[in-house]
């Protein structure tokens, strides 16, 4: 494969040939906007083969920064932001001089980075700072702090930003009449 931004796209249709002209159709679409590219597959085994850079992406990013280790983090956009999203974290990350490679999925919004980080405390707080902007750049959008990795403890700190104290009070409330005694999940919601 040409090592370049790439867009990977499944196609569903009612028979293999309905999906393959989904395909051939949105190949004349891709290539009039400039698309190098554009391969496509019916056959299960050319499938996997295509989707195999995009599976194996977490290891690729991690070869090509010996001596770091990866630190995830992701946001969800509406789709229609994920563009202006996408361009102002890449352009905020190039001039902190952060690497971190992303992947998404257009269709839903999800954008996934992949922080490249050393042990160094000084540049795990500059990793820090920049996923805290990258966080309120998504709210300020109209996007969530995270997708479909679900809420850790990472980002909990972010959930009265995103619904309010009112909503949260509310979700603590459920938590702790579900779980008086918190063995579910410790630690999160209702047992801050």
């Known amino acids: 494969?040409?090592?370049?931004?790439?867009?990977?796209?499944?196609?569903?249709?009612?028979?293999?040939?309905?999906?393959?002209?989904?395909?051939?159709?949105?190949?004349?679409?891709?290539?009039?906007?400039?698309?190098?590219?554009?391969q496509f597959a019916t056959d299960a085994q050319q499938r996997r083969a295509l989707w195999e850079a995009r599976h194996t992406a977490y290891w690729a990013i991690l070869r090509q920064h010996p001596g770091k280790r990866g630190w995830a983090s992701d946001?969800?956009?509406?789709?229609?932001?994920?563009?202006?999203?996408?361009?102002?974290?890449?352009?905020?990350?190039?001039?902190?001089?952060?690497?971190?490679?992303?992947?998404?999925?257009?269709?839903?919004?999800?954008?996934?980075?992949?922080?490249?980080?050393?042990d160094d405390s000084k540049e795990v707080r500059r990793v820090e700072a920049?996923?805290?902007?990258?966080?309120?750049?998504?709210?300020?959008?109209?996007?969530?702090?995270?997708?479909?990795h679900g809420l850790g403890a990472g980002k909990l700190k972010w959930l009265e930003c995103e619904h309010g104290v009112e909503a949260v009070q509310a979700m603590s409330a459920i938590k702790m009449a579900l779980d008086p005694m918190g063995i579910m999940n410790p630690g999160k919601v209702g047992w801050a």
Do not use: K
Request: glycine letters at 8%.
């Open 130 to 148: 920049a996923n805290a902007r990258l966080v309120q750049r998504a709210l300020a959008l109209g996007g969530t702090c995270t997708g479909e």
């Open 75 to 118: 946001a969800c956009l509406p789709v229609s932001r994920m563009a202006e999203f996408v361009t102002q974290t890449e352009e905020q990350l190039q001039h902190e001089g952060i690497s971190a490679p992303l992947v998404g999925h257009a269709a839903d919004g999800n954008v996934h980075f992949l922080f490249m980080v050393s």
């Open 1 to 38: 494969f040409v090592e370049a931004p790439s867009l990977y796209l499944e196609w569903h249709g009612h028979s293999t040939e309905a999906a393959a002209e989904l395909a051939r159709a949105s190949g004349e679409v891709l290539e009039a906007f400039g698309c190098d590219d554009f």
